[in-house]
């Protein structure tokens, strides 16, 4: 019993002494930890870009363009309507036939009007045959009253009658001429040369006065309708030019714009202008969706970097620049933006830069995410012949 007591005793100081001394090791051992990591410290690792990553500044030409859609319509149309009531006979034109002003394209059953005239003939016939006998009559009235045979009342009558009767034939005769419309108006004919766009009627209906018959438009004149913000309709005049596509069209259309309205559409707070596109293509249509873009602003030889290379942070704009080999910021102002530029890269965008660039200078020209400033930097090019030779990566300078 005494010997394990004794073991215990012996057990108990060596644990007490091991504790003393991890109180005191850190106090001794830990510069010497400390320091370790610092000299051992690893390298920052190269940023390594794709040859489409960085971009080299050089002049471009920019321009400012405002989009612009509408719908093509035709410059000029007609409807083609009934003048007098009938049956339609004959429709000899369809949808997409083209005609000439002046050709027959529908007709309305003449027989009504046929019979008409030659009543109004026969009554003309009979107003001009009591216009003969009533002038004979006042011819011999006068003789008779030249010679006191008649009184002056009997002479005045005859002259009445003679009247009465050429007022008849006067009415007669235009009533005949209203008749020989009527029988024109049976024959409908395209009043402009054009394309028959759309029938409204088929041959055998009973049409009325007015009634539409069908639609030509001339596709050799198109015209476009099509809103501009009222902050950028400053900067449109009559006469410039339109680049158009046209849905459906393969061939690039040019317009020129004709007219700009006085004032802005309620609610939209556009003003239309409107843009004449001569047709000689046949694959235009009217009805057809088109798009363009006007050129308001062009300069040459400036500055510029994609879009996509230009950061914004706490109200400043920079790119990212590889200057010696290292990734670095450059602070940067811009000017004119042109949305439609083909970018490096096969992007779309370029951006002016009047300030923080020169022509020679490699920028990222895409967004690659937040770059740390003073990375070394190198090109996949770069990389692989370093890999090929055997060579590290290049240690920060």
Known sequence: MRRVLVAALVLAL????????????PATAAPTAATAPTANAPAVAAVEFAAGDLVTVAPVTLSRTIPLTGTLRPVTQAMVRTKVAGELRDVPVREGMAVTRGQVVARIDPLEFQVRVQEREAQLAAATAQVDQSARVLENTRQLHAREFVSKSALDAAQSAWEVAVGN????????????KALADTTLTSPIDGVVAERYAQPGEKLPVDGRVMSVVDLAQMEIEAPVPAAEVGAVRVGQSVALRVEGVATAQTGQIVRIAPATQAGTRSVPVYIALPNRDPAVRAGLFAQGRLTVERRENVLAVPLSAVRDAAARQFVYAVVDGRVVERDIATGLRDETAAAPGGGTGMVEVTRGLSPGDRVVAVNLGTLRSGSPARTAGEAAATRAGGGAPPAPR
């Open 14 to 25: 060596l644990a007490g002494a091991g504790a003393w001394w991890r109180l005191r090791a």
């Open 169 to 180: 034939r006067d009415a007669a005769r235009a009533q005949l001429a209203l008749a020989r």
